[in-house]
């Protein structure tokens, strides 16, 4: 059989009948930077699909520091960390995160993904054991089956599922705990208090995945460990710089041991260019106006608030276990999902759809997150829109 033959079967029997239905959602393309309002297609749209959390990426600071970097570096690095491709400023990076999120060391990657990978697959062995939370972001996954360890699976959030995954583990064996602090799709936090408290009776050591919690998270920004006060306890925390830190690149936080036995033996670092000086350097330009300026997290929780109050007094019915800058919004069928997502572009609002199977058949949402540099004028103007197309589709009254 033809290798291909996949690839040809894909298209006729998913992609073409999606596009020509119009209901295609995805690569539609920005003419303008990230920001609260973008020019997408040519077409004024306030951007409530980001990840631009903090609003940094149009911060003149920050791209100021990335012109600089690149003047005084090049474009790029021409190697990996482990060999030439190690700059002054990946070291500076990484001291600074570290003093910020009160751990011995920190090591970089290129991108979050392989930040996952790298760490997990380096970590745990042959004769250890990852257990995960199920709706842990797919670079978890692909980092378990990268590793030669075994992965277990608990239920989303289901704190006694997780301790019945832990009495399987052999006395024996190495266990490490890996949860997202805020999830991505939902827009929940992580049960941090209950993961630890089991992972110090079974011996496990634990592992968060920050990517949509730094920033956002925490009086200062520290993300999830942070808001629970649980930051000794939380002996890794993942990260990445193209979230909040408004730039590209990952990070792995925790004791200098852990974190140099990963530099010396993780293949996706040691083989790996080095992030670009300046995506470095506008990393580094972004924690330093987290640090100053701990205001802008109580912005985005105070924007968050607001659009969630005026979602749910248009009777938008959203999902809100926990306050955070993601608030999905059901629409349950997926062909109403983009057919919502295509009536907002219209409207000058972009949002993004959440199908199956990355929800359960008849649980389609409407994923939408926010920035702290949003007003409160572009959320009225959005819900409104929001509001005015579930009505079309009948998902609301």
């Known amino acids: 059989m033809d290798l291909f033959k996949k690839c040809e079967t894909y298209k006729k029997e998913v992609l073409d009948g999606v596009r020509e239905s119009g209901l295609y959602p995805y690569f539609h393309y920005l003419n303008s930077g990230q920001n609260t309002e973008v020019v997408m297609e040519g077409k004024r749209t306030i951007m409530i699909g980001s990840n631009n959390y903090l609003g940094l990426t149009s911060n003149p600071d920050v791209m100021k520091a990335g012109e600089t970097a690149i003047q005084q570096y090049g474009s790029g690095c021409s190697g990996s960390r482990f060999l030439n491709g190690t700059l002054d400023i990946h070291i500076q990076l990484e ?3 570290a003093e910020f999120l009160h751990k011995e060391d920190v090591c970089t990657f290129s991108t979050g993904f392989q930040s996952n990978l790298g760490i997990i697959s380096c970590l745990v062995g042959r004769n250890d054991y990852v257990i995960c939370d199920k709706e842990n972001h797919a670079s978890i996954y692909d980092a378990c089956r990268l590793s030669f360890g075994r992965m277990l699976r608990f239920n989303h959030a289901d704190m006694e599922d997780l301790e ?4 399987a583990v ?18 929940d936090i992580a049960n941090l208090p209950e993961i630890c408290r089991l992972a110090k009776k079974y011996g496990a050591r634990v592992m968060v995945d920050d990517a949509h919690g730094l920033g956002v998270l ?32 990952g990070y792995m936080a925790a004791k200098k041991e852990v974190v140099d036995f990963v530099r010396h033996n993780s293949r996706p670092f040691i083989f790996s260019a080095s992030i670009t000086p300046a995506s470095v350097a506008c990393a580094r330009a972004s924690l330093k106006v987290l640090r100053e300026n701990p205001q802008i997290v109580k912005n985005l929780a105070d924007i968050s608030t607001y659009m969630r109050t005026k ?75 929001i509001a005015e ?7 609301i009254e």
């Open 95 to 97: 001291k600074e995160l």
């Open 164 to 167: 019945r995954q832990l009495q």
């Open 170 to 187: 052999p006395e024996t064996a190495g266990i490490l705990i890996v949860t997202d602090g805020v999830f991505s799709m939902g827009g």
């Open 218 to 249: 925490g009086e200062h920004g520290r993300g999830t460990a942070e808001h629970f006060g649980l930051e000794d306890e939380v002996d890794i925390y993942m990260g990445t710089f193209s979230k909040s830190l408004a730039s590209l690149g």
């Open 311 to 385: 979602l749910k007094e248009k009777g938008v019915k959203i999902i809100e276990k926990d306050q955070t800058q993601i608030i999905p919004i059901y629409v349950y069928e997926d062909e109403k999902a983009f057919m919502a997502c295509k009536l907002l572009l219209e409207r000058g609002v972009y949002v993004n759809p959440v199908v199956s199977p990355a929800t359960p058949v008849g649980q389609a949402l409407l994923r939408t997150s926010y920035m702290a540099t949003h007003t409160k004028e572009q959320m009225d103007e959005a819900s409104e829109k």
């Open 389 to 395: 197309v579930l009505r079309i589709l009948e998902v």
